[in-house]
Every structure is written in C-alpha cells, then in structure tokens.
C-alpha cells in the first residue's frame, strides 16, 4: 500500500512575466500568470514513527514562491536568448531576435533552458528535493511538485526516491 500526502493550497502562488519559447525560435509574446505551486509526497508508511511533519514543506514553498514573485523570469539556458548588457540596473537581452531592456531588479535568470509551466514544475521538483531531501525520510518513495499557470491548467514533475 502507498499514500499521498499533498500540499497545493492557494498560498503558494507566485504572479510572475514570461516567454515561452518554442523549438522553431518563435516565442509567445511577454505576459504574465498567477502560478501556483503544489507538493505531493507518496510514502509507503503512515505509522507514527514515519511522520512527516509538514511545516518544512510549507516553509520551503512560501519562500519559492518569495523569490519568483513579481519577477521577469527568463530561461538563462535558452539557445535563443543572447544576454547583451547585465549590470546592477538593467539588464538587457535579446530574445528569438527581439530585444528587450529591465530594470536588472525585475529580473530572474532561471537555470532552466525555458520558462514552461512543465520546465518550472521539474524546476521546483529539484530545488524543492534539495532543500528537504534528508528531512523527507527513506520511507518516502516519491516527490511531485505540480505547478498550474491557471486553474485547471498545468504540469507536473515527479522524482522518483
């Protein structure tokens, strides 16, 4: 028998600007969403001895969610993208060929190679799973981080323990 225990509620939301770029180089145009994120842990026993406490898991998405808010994310990974200026106040950049200046405050270069709800969801998967890893617990078979860009409309990652 397994269970699952999760954590997806309306708190852990984070509104932030992006570009999806697709794999021909054309991009949506910059836009935003109310993203909210989720954490479903399967374990293989619910015994007293193998709680997982909850707390951590909450602290560790109120402070994701601090750091991507109100935020232009861009994907520093992207083969697309070609950084042109970054100093303490603005970074400027060109994106499949369009140029783009930001108060260097507003962005956030994410280590990821696109700003996708799919690659933010596998992006939160592993920071969320290098935070909380050990607290987790070998009882823990899994860690699945959803994140929904509007109600009903999302992907999710899951890794495997």
């Not at 619910?46 to 707390?55: C, N, S, T, Y």
């Not at 050990?134 to 699945?144: D, I, K, Q």
Request: net charge negative; hydrophobic share 45%; with cysteine.
């Amino acid at each position: 028998m397994t269970h699952r225990l999760r954590i997806a509620r309306e708190q852990y939301k984070f509104s932030c600007a992006h570009m999806t770029v697709f794999p021909d180089g054309t991009k949506e145009r910059l836009h935003g969403h109310n993203y909210q994120l989720g954490v479903a842990i399967e374990v293989a026993d619910v015994a007293l001895a193998h709680m997982i406490p909850f707390a951590p898991i909450k602290a560790a998405l109120t402070e994701l969610c601090a750091a991507w808010k109100e935020r232009v994310m861009i994907a520093e990974a992207n083969p697309h993208l070609r950084i042109i200026k970054q100093d303490a106040t603005e970074v400027e950049l060109r994106l499949c060929g369009d140029r783009y200046v930001f108060p260097a405050a507003d962005v956030l270069f994410v280590p990821i190679d696109n700003i996708s709800v799919e690659a933010l969801a596998a992006h939160a998967a592993a920071l969320l799973h290098a935070r909380l890893g050990a607290a987790l617990g070998p009882h823990v078979r899994s860690l699945e981080v959803s994140c929904e860009e509007s109600p009903g409309q999302g992907a999710s990652a899951k890794i495997d323990l």
